[in-house]
């Protein structure tokens, strides 16, 4: 089992910045490829992000391409997710998740939510235009 906690949301305008950590606890951190996903008002929750136990791989939707950045500190059992160039459309609450992989695939990453085993309990994002 593990836990999930994320923080670093908040209110920005337009063009601002964020960083979002998932911090883990409970079984071995090292042991599991990340997600981010996010859910708006009325929406279905959609991808956002992923990356392999190795880091060697990332994977991002289309529309944050370019703006949002990806990464994991195996030593600090955190993922992030840099935000930038941040957008009204944004807006949403963002969850990390965690699946637990084997060592064949260390290098996997993946993008669907019945993937993932765990989950966070979310954190709010707002972009004001």
């Known amino acids: 089992q593990v836990q999930l906690v994320e923080s670093g949301g908040g209110l920005v305008q337009a063009g601002g910045s964020l960083r979002l950590s998932c911090a883990t606890s409970?079984?071995?951190?090292?042991?599991?490829?990340m997600g981010w996903f996010r859910q708006a008002p009325g929406k279905e929750r959609e991808f956002v992000a992923a990356?392999?136990?190795?880091?060697?791989?990332?994977h991002y939707v289309d529309s944050v391409k370019g703006r949002f950045t990806i990464s994991r500190d195996n030593a600090k059992d955190t993922v992030y997710l840099q935000m930038n160039s941040l957008k009204p459309e944004d807006t949403a609450v963002y969850y990390c998740?965690?699946?637990?992989?084997?060592?064949?695939?260390?290098?996997?990453?993946?993008?669907?939510?019945?993937?993932?085993?765990?989950w966070g309990q979310g954190t709010q994002v707002t972009v004001s235009s």
């Open positions: 409970g079984r071995t951190f090292s042991n599991y490829a």
């Open positions: 990356i392999s136990w190795s880091a060697s791989r990332t």
């Open positions: 998740a965690a699946q637990a992989v084997t060592y064949s695939r260390l290098t996997y990453y993946y993008k669907e939510i019945h993937e993932y085993d765990y």
